[in-house]
T-cell receptor
Framework: DVKVTQSSRYLVKRTGEKVFLECVQD?????MFWYRQDPGLGLRLIYF???????EKGDIPEGYSVSREKKERFSLILESASTNQTSMYLC?????????????FGEGSRLTVL | GDSVTQMEGPVTLSEEAFLTINCTYT??????LFWYVQYPGEGLQLLLK?????DKGSNKGFEATYRKETTSFHLEKGSVQVSDSAVYFC???????????FGKGTRLSVIA
């Protein structure tokens, strides 16, 4: 079974802190994604990566950065957390060339910024 | 750009009721269509999919038919159970390696 593991299920941080959200997948997938999920807004794509050291902006990249130094790991970084970044963050992965495009999701990281 | 519109929730049904969650899309080309489900406290998981017009995806008693003429992919189940309580997301993917585009989700609550 494909497994996507997010390092923290729940985090509480203070405004201005630097926050790292880690995601690891064990199926050698090339593509990895970070979404945030908010009530009434659904899932919004923050960043994605097609391969190691590659990154692409999604729909809402402002205030975030990412790192993909190894194929299995995709990190989301909040350089200076703000209260409007309180949200559920979901990581997902998918292999290249998989025609139907199924995404495999982690369980999510719920971040609260005080 | 590509987009997905699904009915707003929450939807509350009694056990064994019939379920329909509407989903329509706007896309260039011929997208693949998906329904994902998110159970409480979990990430999303694929429920069913369809890759071309008139395909029917099905899983766990749920069904959806890819209707190109109405650009729709409505989710149906004949008899819901309490365990179906979850948030359901409709999504599409157009071509190549493009990311999925999700609808806003519909929360379903089934009461005994």
């Amino acid at each position: 079974d494909v497994k996507v593991t997010q390092s923290s299920r729940y985090l509480v941080k203070r405004t201005g802190e630097k926050v790292f959200l880690e995601c690891v997948q064990d199926m050698d997938h090339e593509n990895m994604f970070w979404y945030r999920q908010d009530p009434g807004l659904g899932l919004r794509l923050i960043y994605f990566s097609y391969d190691v050291k590659m990154k692409e902006k999604g729909d809402i990249p402002e205030g975030y950065s990412v790192s993909r130094e190894k194929k299995e790991r995709f990190s989301l970084i909040l350089e200076s957390a703000s209260t409007n970044q309180t949200s559920m963050y979901l990581c997902a992965s998918r292999p290249t060339g998989e025609r139907t495009g199924e995404l495999f999701f982690g369980e999510g990281s719920r971040l609260t910024v005080l | 750009g590509d987009s997905v519109t699904q009915m707003e929730g929450p939807v509350t049904l009694s056990e064994e009721a019939f379920l329909t969650i509407n989903c329509t899309y706007t896309a260039t080309g011929y997208p693949s269509l998906f329904w994902y489900v998110q159970y409480p406290g979990e990430g999303l998981q694929l429920l069913l999919k369809a890759t071309k017009a008139d395909d029917k995806g099905s899983n766990k008693g749920f069904e959806a038919t890819y209707r190109k003429e109405t650009t729709s992919f409505h989710l149906e189940k004949g008899s819901v159970q309490v365990s179906d309580s979850a948030v359901y997301f409709c999504a599409l993917r157009t071509s190549g390696n493009t990311p999925l585009v999700f609808g806003k989700g519909t929360r379903l609550s089934v009461i005994a």
